[in-house]
């Protein structure tokens, strides 16, 4: 894999090294349920390409971007999420970021409050 890092979890999983189940596999995204779920549905979109973390982001991963959120949506729709769902990137230590590999969760299932946290 292009942009793997080997000290990395998820890099890991992308090859194999490490356990997930998978939700959703395309070309540029993976897809795999969360090992501690904050809700019915909990699942990470992950780039197969390393990215730290959405302070990361640049304007050149605009077409990483794109497809994580279309895998997102694939998974929502999958996971029949009709009723609603949410989409959070976690950045850094304070927001309980635990895995530095930019990751989108889709959490549904039930109803969330807000503000969160």
């Known amino acids: ?59 050149e991963h605009g077409g990483i971007l794109a497809e994580m959120f279309d895998s997102a949506r694939q998974v929502a729709d999958q996971e029949g999420l009709a009723g609603g769902y949410r989409l959070v990137f976690n950045v850094g230590d304070d927001s309980g970021n635990t895995v530095p590999h930019l990751h989108l969760h889709v959490l549904g299932g039930r109803r969330f409050g807000w503000p969160p946290g």
Request: glycine residues 4%.
């Open 1 to 59: 894999m292009a942009d793997s890092q080997p000290d990395c979890l998820f890099c890991r999983i992308l090859e194999g090294d490490a356990p997930s189940t998978e939700v959703l596999s395309t070309d540029n995204t993976y897809a795999f349920r969360d090992i501690n779920p904050m809700a019915p549905t909990h699942v990470l979109v992950i780039p197969r390409r390393h990215v730290t973390d959405a302070a990361a982001v640049g304007a």
